[in-house]
Structures are given as structure tokens and as C-alpha cells.
């Protein structure tokens, strides 16, 4: 089979011919017809995770057809239509993934292959309004949105609340948008660019702010109608950093930030006293459960929602697709054409 294979750290990603794996018991081979893209891939590239695990297929994100099933599978699995959750032995505890976690792609071989072999168990039927390319983009993104959205942040779907997503452009910020906006919640966004708040808006975001500028956070707080105690209910923030202070700016009072990465670095300059004051609740997350992923797809489903998608390679390309990853320079989702 063909393959995205990553042999050694700081190198390009090798396009090869790999042996087809074979199920074992309890697992299944998929034919992928998908693949989508994460920041994952990229840090994989360079070595950024602990315990890396390298030679191995690249890819956390994939949606196929089954061809294969091991000895203990429900044979009425084979010809399905699937997603695949990429978060592996989560463990019992729903608060926090125990040793034996995982992602898909890392160290286990990855969806950027035209056979993955994967247990059973990380199956879901690929909701049928989505083509196998808008499904692939949904599951690292869609379970990141909805454990930070749903299970952390607890965001109301019984009144609508005003929520502040930062960062939009990428596949895990538009996804929190486009959640947001289905529940009914008034959404507003940051971004570098201006052409990419007006695609923010057009996705049914209220408004935004360039994170570039000094006050963007005044700026923000004024357009918005909040005063200096702040306004937004649920804050989704992926950069923290040195502006992860003025996210405490312009939360409400007894607002929700949740974060579930750090691009610019530490968090500094945090006043403690606006933190209790405000009697704000901050959150650390990432990933989520196997009935979190369940959820997410009923979410999806009940929804009709559908993935933004920047831009469609095919497999054989996939190291200029990390390559524009690694640049920023999307909008959406990149995906791999398979099979």
C-alpha cells in the first residue's frame, strides 16, 4: 500500500510502499479514503511530543470503508462507511486520560496510508450527509471542540451565551465556531487577518478583532457593548502566552476560559486578584473520552454541520500539505485524498 511514512525527526514526510496490515482479533482494516491534516503531523515532524516513536505513518484524522474485519468483529462492520476516532484508551476515568492514552499516528501507524488497522471499538458510522473528505476533518478538531466546549466550559445551550473563540482560521477554532453558532450563542473571534474575520462572519460569527493590535481587547470589549468587567461567558483559546492575561480582561464574571494548547509560550502578567474577583474558572484540556467522540458525532449529525475545508491533495502530496500547515496560511481544513 501507499503510505506517508516519517523515518526520522526534521525530515520530509516519504511517500512509500508499506506491507497492507492484516486485522487481528477485535481489530479492522479500513480502507482510507480520506485523511486530514493537524498540527499534530507537524510536531511529530519535529520531535515536539515526549516518548517520540519514530519511524511511523503519519495522521490522527481519516474516514474509509471497511474492508476487513478480525476474528471477534461484528462482520456487519465490513462495506460500512466509517469515521474514526483518533484518541486511544482514554482509560475509565472521564476527568483524565490514564498511562496507556494515545493518538493515532503516533507512536501507532496513522491514516495517511491506504489501509489503517485500527480496533473495532474506534468505529463510528461517517454521518451520512458528510463525503469522506468532510468527514475526515472532524474527528482530532471535532473532539478537541466538543470536550472544550461542552464537557469543560459546560456552555449553555438553554439560553444563549456569548462566547470568544481566538485564534480563527485553523481547524479546531473554526470547528468551536461553528458549534458555538449551532448551539445559538453569540460568537465573536480574534484573528491576524482581516479576510479572515469576514470569513468568521459569513460562518455566523457576530464580529472580531485583530489580535495584532495593542488594545485589541478594548477594542474588543467596545464593539462587543461589554464595559471594563468584561463579557464574553466562555472563552476557547489555544495561543496562551503573554495575551492570555487580557483574555481575564474581557470574560465576564464568572466566565469560563478553557485552553487547550500554548502557541506563544507561558502565561504571564496574570493579575491573581481579577482571576477571584471575577470568580473566573480556567480550564486545561485536551482530547476527550470514547462517549465524548460519540456525542461530537451526534452533535455533527443532528446539526447537518459541515467542515471548512481549504484545501484538497492528494496523497502523494502530502509534505506540501504539511508544509502549508507549518505556514499558517489556511483557512480550514487540509485534507489528503486517498483512495
Not at 476533518?137 to 473532539?143: D, E, I, K, T, V
Not at 470536550?147 to 481547524?171: F, H, N, S, Y
Not at 471548512?308 to 502530502?318: C, G, S
Amino acid at each position: 500500500m501507499k503510505a506517508i511514512f516519517q523515518s526520522g525527526l526534521h525530515e520530509p514526510a516519504q511517500y512509500i510502499d508499506l506491507e497492507t496490515p492484516v486485522a487481528g482479533p477485535g481489530e479492522v482494516i479500513v480502507q482510507i479514503k480520506a485523511a486530514a491534516i493537524n498540527h499534530r503531523d507537524v510536531y511529530v515532524q519535529h520531535g515536539l511530543y515526549p516518548k517520540m516513536k519514530l519511524p511511523v505513518v503519519l495522521g490522527s484524522d481519516g474516514a474509509g470503508v471497511v474492508v476487513e474485519t478480525g476474528e471477534g468483529v461484528d462482520p456487519a462492520w465490513l462495506t460500512q462507511e466509517v469515521i474514526i476516532n483518533p484518541a486511544l484508551d482514554w482509560g475509565s476515568n472521564p476527568h483524565f486520560y490514564g498511562a496507556d492514552f494515545r493518538i493515532l499516528g503516533m507512536p501507532e501507524n496513522g491514516t495517511f496510508a491506504e489501509y489503517l488497522k485500527i480496533d473495532a471499538r474506534y468505529l463510528h458510522p461517517k454521518p451520512a450527509h458528510l463525503t469522506f473528505e468532510q468527514a475526515a476533518a472532524f474527528p482530532l478538531a471535532g473532539l478537541t471542540v466538543w470536550r472544550a466546549l461542552m464537557t469543560r466550559a459546560k456552555l449553555r445551550t438553554d439560553q444563549p451565551e456569548r462566547v470568544l473563540i481566538t485564534g480563527i482560521g485553523g481547524g479546531v477554532a473554526l470547528t468551536a465556531l461553528q458549534f458555538a453558532v449551532a448551539t445559538g450563542a453569540e460568537v465573536w473571534v480574534t484573528s491576524g487577518s482581516e479576510d479572515k474575520l469576514q470569513r468568521a462572519k459569513d460562518l455566523g460569527a457576530t464580529g472580531g478583532v485583530i489580535y495584532r493590535d495593542a488594545d485589541w481587547a478594548k477594542t474588543l470589549l467596545a464593539q462587543a457593548g461589554g464595559g471594563k468587567g468584561g463579557y464574553f461567558d466562555v472563552i476557547i483559546d489555544s495561543a496562551a502566552g503573554p495575551g492570555f492575561a487580557k483574555l481575564v480582561d474581557v470574560a465576564a464574571p464568572g466566565g469560563r476560559i478553557v485552553f487547550y494548547g500554548g502557541t506563544t509560550g507561558n502565561i504571564m502578567d496574570v493579575v491573581p486578584s481579577k482571576v477571584f474577583f471575577k470568580q473566573l474558572n480556567i480550564f486545561g484540556t485536551t482530547m476527550g473520552t470514547e462517549s465524548e467522540f460519540a456525542d461530537m458525532i451526534r452533535f455533527v449529525e443532528a446539526n447537518q454541520l459541515v467542515p471548512v475545508l481549504d484545501e484538497v491533495f492528494p496523497l502523494a502530496e502530502a509534505e506540501q500539505a504539511l508544509r502549508k500547515m507549518e505556514s499558517g496560511k489556511q483557512f480550514g481544513k487540509l485534507v489528503l485524498q486517498v483512495s
